[in-house]
């Protein structure tokens, strides 16, 4: 995973969790791994719905 952030601009998911779990807030951090997991599931599902009939090379008619 990429960690990197802008002092007082932005933030990412991993800086998040590994922020919370410094601050003793293991909730939170939880919070923010499942946040982290759905993103990545609904990605996968995402893909395989969309390349599902299209067979090596984007080729349409392909394995199943």
Not at 10 to 26: N, R
Request: glycine share 18%; net charge positive.
């Amino acid at each position: 995973m990429v960690a990197g952030n802008i002092p007082g601009k932005t933030e990412t998911i991993p800086i998040a969790i590994y922020f919370a779990v410094e601050g003793g807030e293991i909730s939170r951090a939880l919070m923010w791994c499942g946040v982290d997991v759905g993103i990545s599931l609904a990605l996968l599902a995402g893909l395989y719905f969309w390349t599902r009939g299209r067979g090596p090379l984007g080729r349409s008619g392909g394995y199943r």
